[in-house]
């Protein structure tokens, strides 16, 4: 089945422990982001990639790092969690940036973290 | 940036059709207009999504302004499962770049 997976779906951690939250498709798709949402503020992108090793910011990239070895995982990693980064995250991909217009996201289940 | 203005919410009652306006006043002449919806405690999901002309698919069709600064989901008739937030998206940044902005979408409720 064609699906973007997340892990882990939940997760209670503490401030400043380190941690990550994996990512994988299994479409071959060349594009991959990250999203978080939060209450009234609807989603909003953190980090995206066009390609492998090609990675640039969404609008909310603070206190985030992506990386993007390989085509089909895309980890979101919180090097010193803090409170303000508890949220539902969401990972998506598609087969290609929007410029082809062929930018049909599929999203993962969502992971939600909370930091205490 | 180009930026979508959505309703913060809207209501149906089963088996009527609905209409969703979406306004994008900015958009640029290659931007694609792309619809999601978030079910409640799931991703988002793919709805429909066009350039310039009018769209249809089995889930929903997309009508477009001539002049491209707005643009309407049309629900032909909801039912109960189409109760979800619905985003009404653009590319955003020169061309080839993917920086995306969601917004908060529109609630829709839908009651028997």
């Known amino acids: 089945e064609a699906q973007v997976t997340q892990n882990p779906r939940y997760l209670i951690t503490v401030t400043g422990k380190k941690l990550t939250v994996t990512c994988s498709q299994n479409?071959?798709?060349?594009?991959m982001s990250w999203y978080r949402q939060d209450p009234g503020l609807g989603l909003r992108q953190i980090y995206y990639s066009m390609n492998v090793e090609v990675t640039d910011k969404g609008d909310v990239p603070e206190g985030y790092k992506v990386s993007r070895k390989e085509k089909r995982n895309f980890p979101l990693i919180l090097e010193s969690p803090s409170p303000n980064q508890t949220s539902l995250y969401f990972c998506a991909s598609s087969l290609r940036g929007s410029s082809s217009g062929a930018n049909v996201l599929t999203f993962g289940a969502g992971s939600r973290l909370t930091v205490l | 940036d180009a930026k979508t203005t959505q309703p913060n919410s809207m209501e149906s009652n089963e088996e009527e059709p609905v209409h969703l306006p979406c306004n994008h006043s900015?958009?640029?002449?290659?931007?694609?207009i792309h619809w999601y919806r978030q079910l409640p405690s799931q991703g988002p999901e793919y709805v429909i999504h066009?350039?310039?002309s009018n769209v249809n698919n089995r889930m929903a069709s997309l009508a477009i302004a001539e002049d491209r600064k707005s643009s309407t989901l049309i629900l032909h008739r909801a039912t109960l499962r189409d109760a979800a937030v619905y985003y009404c998206?653009?590319?955003?940044?020169?061309?080839?770049?993917?920086?995306?902005?969601f917004g908060t979408g529109t609630r829709l409720q839908v009651f028997p």
């Open positions: 479409m071959n798709h060349e594009y």
């Open positions: 998206i653009l590319r955003d940044g020169p061309y080839n770049t993917d920086k995306l902005i």
């Open positions: 900015t958009i640029s002449g290659t931007d694609y």
């Open positions: 066009g350039l310039t």
